[in-house]
């Protein structure tokens, strides 16, 4: 009996462990071995399309060429030059950074409001980026694996103990606790491991961008500092990134063998922060309130005078808002945030000639500037221009690797001209960008049954067609071939 219930135990709990790990292929490294990169990028593809469909991801332009640009920067530098990465910022207060499978690296707003300097927020962002290309996700899944059949194996075990020597339950359950214990115990010592290679990687990676060094070791040191140990009030990135006075030592030890460096933020570091505190605030008139105690406490920055001036015009006090605009605008030239803010502030009030003119004097000196076009192509928009808005979000969309907003735009633009056939099609490699790819299906059937469409646009569409069927797995793709069939008109 005691065989026959071990041999239904063995069975149940180890063959669908065991078949898992023997049945995966093996490419050469153990990591493969659990998950492929082909397999971690569709992942993170698809955890980075639910996020941005729930609407937590930012699709302010200018936050988003922020931190892509910082976090380029970075990866440059990396030691895996094959990765592709997507950096993006959460609409969330906690304080808190992310790697998701396949290079997709999230920073929380919280985080980047409270980072004290951009080297600080570029060595979270530097460890991020480290977890990615030494795989750590991938490793993790594979130790789990190992773990869960080792797990198992000692679970067996004590149930066989205390079936062959009858001793007692509360004996036996000890022994499977204990089992779990140490399980729990060497996924903790795994993440401790990844955590210190993290900071190894990251830190030279920092070196290397041009950024200062200590700005790692520095960001977890204050967090550490601040929130000290009382659970409910440490950060979500202390309790996902544990801190330790060795991990710090650590950190700062392999600093001072790196050059020394004088580093200063660039210019659109205090921006960003400003723009988040402006647009972020529960309300306008709490905004305005911000930004009022800075400029009245302090010798008062370009950015506070930003922060104020959105803050302005989120109020619809959009003449005082451009005087401001246009004051930073002469001080500094070369800064593109403040001439969006000036023409911005001038299409809200009516003033869309001089507008259109600021803009066109801001784009020739920042031809295919992202968040500099997307404002005017709006603009263009607003002003009953759609075909000109078309044609230069076309040419950004050629030159430039687009966001999903860029293309809902020029979605929105085509068909605000009339190019309904061209409308579809951008709204299905919206859909694609997002993750739906029976939508952008049904985008491209629509652009196909569109009127006026020539051969041209129709040879491009059902090609397209053609790659996404590719692209689906087999079964998906039966199902949409049979719903094809069935919506096909009956032959005459």
Known sequence: MLRFIVFLFVSALSGPILAQ?????????PADSAITRSQEAQLGRSIYAQLRNSGVIMEDPLVTEYIQGIGSRLAGHANDAGQRF???V?????????????GYIGVNSGLLLTSESESELAGVLAHEVAHVTQRHIARAIYDNQRSGLLN???MLGAILLGAATDIGGEATTGLITAAQAAGAQRQINFTRANEHEADRIGIGTLSSAGFDPNG???????????????????PAILQTHPVTTERIADARDRVRNLPRVEVKDSPSYSLIKARLDALQAATPEEALSIFEIRLNN???????????????????????????????????????PYRIGLAESMVRNGQLDRAL?????????????????????EALIIAGDPATAHQVLLDLLNNVPPTPAQIRLIARAANAEGDIGNAHFYMAEYYLMTGNGPLAMNQLRMALESPNVNSVDRARIEARLSQIRDMMPPDQRRRQERTERERAPAPP
């Open 298 to 336: 302090q010798e008062p920055g370009p950015a506070d005078r930003y922060g104020y001036a959105l803050s302005l015009s989120r109020l619809g006090r959009d003449d005082e808002a451009g005087r401001i605009f246009r004051e930073l605008v002469s001080e500094f030239p070369g800064v593109i």
């Open 90 to 102: 959460v609409d969330d207060p906690a304080i808190n950074a992310f790697a998701l499978p396949g």
């Open 216 to 234: 790692m070791s520095s960001f977890f040191e204050k967090l550490s500092r601040r929130y000290g140990s009382t659970a409910f009030q440490i």
């Open 152 to 154: 198992a194996a000692t």
């Open 357 to 377: 003119d600021v803009y066109a004097g801001a784009i020739g000196l920042f031809p295919r500037n992202v968040p500099l076009t997307i404002s005017f192509a």
């Open 86 to 88: 997507v950096f993006f």
């Open 21 to 29: 790990i023997n049945e995966l292929p093996d490419f050469g490294s």
